[in-house]
């Protein structure tokens, strides 16, 4: 057990009660809520791996919009990672955890709620941008995407590895978070701000584009891509939209968190809760992409289908040895193959 760990966990409370209704297992604590988080960053991973490899597959998405939402499909992709990790080193095994590989452990959250939040950012400036000058997306210009992504990231780590670098209160302990006991307040405080920035300056860019498109609709509809940006623009405000509804609570929590003295705020120990729904931005993004956009939506049924339908024929291919029972097997499996068969060809057909 580490002594520094255990001291701030004890200052702050953490400790209290911490087994109730949890089950030691190979030294995880698990539960019904950890089984769900698994569960649910399980699929968080896929769906996002889908989302990257449609892009990757599909050259018409290789253009500058398309390349900044693979990077906030790769941010959501590494959350899921990052909460298993997470997760998975809870529990007990926090109090046998060296502080700095607590710091490793909660700094890849921070890594991963920055770079979603300043892709998001990105995002809007992009299409900000495209809005204002009204021309189609020039290749030639994609070293300045890979720039600004480099940038998200850089500036996203640099975050995270803040606390690690000598801002943490290991030798103030009045001065630690409850929800994160080995953070500063005012670390915790300056996270909030930026964010609370970010999102200020994403809703200030939408509010504008909104504006734009209204006073110049006729002209966009000259365009031949205006369906196609429009699309865009709805997919991009609807996830700013989820990833305000899902953030805001944790960031009102930790906002509490800096306010308060330490065990005089009980909701400071539901953060679990919270946690949840910020969790769940990164679920819905990928299913927010395949609703609002119908490019998207072909390729990303037309990459399920092809790997279902694949799947499907490996198992009712012909055997080496053939026999009745699996003649049985074979028949009772046409069915299915049909439905999957017509329900997939015009995805598989249809040009993305």
Same mark, same amino acid.
């Given at each position: ?47 996002? %791996? ?26 959501? %992709? ?16 926090? %109090? ?12 890849? $959250? ?45 500036? @996203? ?44 300056? $994403? ?67 539901? @953060? ?5 729904? @910020?969790?769940?931005?990164?679920? $819905? ?61 015009? $995805? ?5």
């Amino acid at each position: 057990m580490n002594k520094q760990i255990y001291i701030h966990y004890n200052y702050t409370g953490k400790l209290e009660n911490r087994q109730n209704g949890k089950i030691t297992a190979g030294g995880v604590t698990l539960d019904a809520k950890t089984i769900v988080f698994l569960i649910i960053c399980c699929f968080i991973i896929l769906e996002n %791996l889908i989302v990257l490899v449609a892009i990757w597959k599909n050259h018409k998405f290789h253009n500058r919009m398309y390349f900044f939402i693979a990077n906030l499909a790769l941010c959501d %992709l590494l959350a899921g990672v990052a909460y298993i990790v997470n997760l998975l080193m809870s529990g007990e095994k926090t %109090l046998h955890l060296s502080p700095v590989l607590w710091f490793v452990r909660e700094g890849s $959250m921070f890594v991963a709620l920055g770079a979603s939040t300043f892709s998001l950012l990105a995002i809007a400036i992009e299409r900000h941008l495209t809005m204002i000058k009204m021309r189609p997306y020039d290749a030639n210009k994609n070293y300045r995407v890979f720039l600004l992504i480099g940038t998200c990231w850089l500036i @996203a780590i640099s975050l995270g590895a803040l606390p690690i670098l000598g801002w943490n209160c290991l030798d103030n302990l009045p001065d630690c978070s409850t929800v994160l006991p080995l953070y500063t307040k005012k670390y915790v405080a300056f996270c909030i701000i930026i964010f609370m920035a970010l999102l200020l300056a $994403m809703s200030v860019l939408y509010i504008r584009i909104y504006m734009l498109v209204r006073t110049s609709s006729r002209k966009v509809t000259k365009h031949s891509n205006s369906e196609h940006s429009m699309t865009l623009l709805r997919t991009v405000i609807i996830v700013v939209g989820v990833f305000i509804a899902c953030w805001m609570p944790i960031f009102v929590l930790l906002l509490i968190d800096v306010a308060c003295e330490h065990r005089c705020c009980p909701i400071l120990y539901k @953060a679990d809760y919270f946690i949840a729904l @910020a969790v769940l931005n990164s679920a $819905m993004n990928p299913v927010i992409y395949t609703l609002a956009s119908r490019e998207m939506r072909r390729a990303f049924f037309s990459l399920v289908c092809g790997c279902l339908m694949k799947g499907n024929v490996s198992s009712s291919g012909e055997p080496n040895e053939p026999n009745n029972l699996e003649h049985s097997r074979k028949a009772q499996n046409v069915p299915f193959a049909q439905k999957l068969i017509s329900f997939c060809t015009p $995805m598989c057909l249809r040009p993305c």
